[in-house]
């Protein structure tokens, strides 16, 4: 199993609609939760973090997290072909300095 | 943000030489950083946790004899790849975490360098 999963998609939404990414976890002590973006032959740029279990909004991003689940989400609100790009998921565990990546969601927004 | 710079951001060698990258970080002191390497269509695989002061941990399976780190300062961390050939190609990257400043825990990148090998 691995440690981080991630759908690889692509999911396709049209322009104007909701974007709903998911993800897993295998550690059950894992800490802090990201989501970064990444367009083709760019490196990841972060976009949200989410530390405590419910939901956390900034603009038209939303990060929900279940730690009883395993999971966390990432909703992406009024979608643009801009946002049309790889999105990943990455988690830290407490014992651990570094962040483990799940394997990316491609999300293809169609004008 | 913190800025992280990444250099150089393409190379193309032949087989058998080595290549030199850089991260730096511009406005941060950085005592950890971390080098990932990415292949087409495929996740981040972090590949060695970079110490300042002291010598990197290499994830499993990452020969450290063939990638080479060096942390020398606060601000400055060297990935040389040795003897590099065309299965090294790939997308590096390098990301360090500004422990003092507001932003956390998280986790800034730098640009990437796209490494070729003929």
């Known amino acids: 199993q691995k440690e981080v999963e991630q759908n690889s998609g692509p999911l396709s939404v049209p322009e104007g609609a909701i974007a709903s990414l998911n993800c897993t976890y295998s550690d059950r002590g894992s800490q802090s939760f990201f989501w970064y973006r990444q367009y083709s032959g760019k490196s990841p740029e972060l976009i949200m973090f989410i530390y405590s279990n419910g939901d956390k909004e900034d603009g038209r991003f939303t990060a929900q997290l279940n730690k009883a689940s395993q999971y966390v989400s990432l909703l992406i609100r009024d979608s643009q072909p801009s946002d049309s790009a790889t999105y990943l998921c990455a988690v830290r565990s407490a014992a651990g300095n570094k962040l483990t990546f799940g394997g990316g969601t491609r999300v293809l927004v169609k004008p | 943000g913190a800025v992280v710079s990444q250099h150089p951001s393409r190379v193309i060698c032949k087989s058998g030489t080595s290549v030199k990258i850089e991260c730096r970080s511009l406005?941060?002191?950085?005592?950890?950083m971390f080098w990932y390497r990415q292949f087409p269509k495929q996740s981040l695989m972090l590949m060695a946790t970079?110490?300042?002061?002291?010598?990197?941990?290499?994830e499993q399976g990452v020969e450290k004899d063939k990638f080479l780190i060096n942390h020398a300062s606060l601000t400055l961390s060297t990935l040389t790849v040795t003897s590099a050939h065309p299965e090294d190609s790939s997308f590096y990257i390098c990301s360090a975490r500004d422990r003092a400043g507001a932003s956390g825990e998280k986790l800034f990148f730098g640009s990437g360098t796209q490494l070729s090998v003929l």
């Open positions: 406005d941060f002191q950085a005592t950890t």
């Open positions: 970079s110490n300042e002061g002291s010598k990197a941990t290499y």
